[in-house]
């Protein structure tokens, strides 16, 4: 196997956070793919809210801990992690990097960060797993042809995939007008390649004075919690569901039996004006009492983040932009390093609040004045 960590010199030294490989990453793409991998709904406050909630809480460092035989490791659904720190579904990857999941999989293996796969990945969800060697877990978007999405989890099955995370907040696509005004479509020898076969909807036109969704095709074939159930009765893989905001839908994802939920507004793409998911994952967290991992992603950058993440419920968190922008700056390379850096930082929030282990991750790390 390749090993990105013999390419970690290429990359630019002045590099010393996530954040760095943004300007980067701008650089080397097009206008139009920058506002597809960047942008985000409408006015895109939820996607600026993401970070700015996580910049808003405060730690409090201990003092003069015992760090001996420290480690940040974790299970989920019985499969093992050096971190839990995940890689976010982010679909069409081949748009910023030749290889696309490829490079992002070679990456996460050296890395020995999980990945989750898009539905609407680039490169075929078996020539990702056969490049594996990190847990891989398949995100599906559940297609109108219903036959065509068994076929899709029955291939992520058979391919090795160890768990199926089913995206529930974009029964339509959000409103996306960065991506309008830059004129972002899908150039050509970068598709879905996953979906290749399926029946599409008919196209809709709509006219002015005609409803523009409702009765129409696509929110007659939108999945429902029917669907989830249904899922629970065909796979035996762990299921979560991603897209998570109000505590009654986590209520829900338990009596359905679901094993795990994601907490995410989808890194603000789909509905804008939401919260971000650092504010709402406490109220989520108390309503699933411990019963099954939660996870959350959006805005998360700093290993401080991933800290207040665990301190506020979560078990894991998922990156989505940041390690596309390493991928765009430096292939398998820099998505190795954006790791590497985010862990290290984590590292160093545990040592300075007294965390040995995730488990001595609590609220009290927290600062919040009056309380
Ligand atoms: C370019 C892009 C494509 C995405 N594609 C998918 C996808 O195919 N499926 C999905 O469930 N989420 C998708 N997401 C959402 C991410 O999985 C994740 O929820 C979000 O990026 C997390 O926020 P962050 O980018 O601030 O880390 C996508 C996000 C981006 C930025
Ligand atoms: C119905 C939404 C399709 C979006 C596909 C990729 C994605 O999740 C994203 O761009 O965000």
């Known amino acids: 196997m390749h090993d990105p960590l013999s390419k970690l010199q290429q990359i630019p030294a002045s590099i010393a956070a996530l954040a760095d490989y943004e300007s980067f990453a701008r650089e080397r793409m097009s206008e139009q793919v920058w506002a597809y991998m960047a942008g985000g709904a409408a006015d895109e406050l939820t996607l600026r809210d993401n970070c700015a909630a996580f910049q808003r809480l405060r730690l409090r460092s201990r003092a003069l801990p015992d760090l001996t035989d420290g480690h940040t490791r974790l299970e989920l659904f019985g499969q093992r992690f050096e971190q839990p720190i995940l890689l976010a579904p982010v679909a069409y990857q081949k748009l910023v990097h030749p290889d696309g999941e490829l490079a992002t999989v070679l990456a996460a293996s050296a890395a ?64 996306r007008n960065r991506e309008q005004r830059a004129g972002f479509a899908l150039p050509e020898g970068v598709e879905a390649v996953n979906l290749r076969g399926m029946r599409s909807l008919p196209p809709t036109t709509a006219r002015i004075g005609d409803s523009p969704l409702f009765g129409g095709p696509l929110l007659a074939v939108a999945p429902t919690w029917r669907e989830l159930a249904w899922l629970r009765s065909l796979t035996c893989l762990p299921l979560l569901v991603k897209g998570v905001m109000h505590p009654e839908d986590a209520r829900r994802a338990l009596a359905e039996g679901i094993d795990g939920i994601i907490v995410s507004n989808h890194g603000g793409r789909t509905l804008d004006t939401q919260p971000a998911t650092i504010e709402v994952l406490e109220e989520i967290a108390r309503v699933v009492e411990g019963r099954l991992p939660l996870l959350l992603d959006g805005g998360v950058r700093r290993g401080t983040d991933v800290l207040k993440a665990l301190a506020l419920g979560a078990s894991a968190v998922l990156v989505g932009r940041p390690y596309v922008f390493a991928l765009a700056t430096a292939g398998a390379p820099g998505v190795c390093h954006a790791l590497q850096l985010l862990r290290a930082e984590l590292e160093v929030a545990m040592a300075l609040t007294g965390c040995r282990t995730l488990a001595d991750i609590g609220p009290d790390l927290l600062w919040r004045p009056g309380r």
Request: hydrophobic share 50%; no cysteine; charged share 15%.
């Open 112 to 175: 020995r960060v999980g990945m989750v796969v898009s539905t609407q990945a680039s490169v075929a969800l078996e020539d990702i797993a056969r490049q594996a060697q990190t847990p891989l877990w398949f995100q599906l978007y559940v297609q109108p042809d219903r036959a065509f999405t068994r076929e899709l989890v029955q291939r992520a099955e058979a391919a090795g995939y160890q768990a199926l995370v089913v995206t529930v907040d974009a029964p339509v696509s959000g409103l």
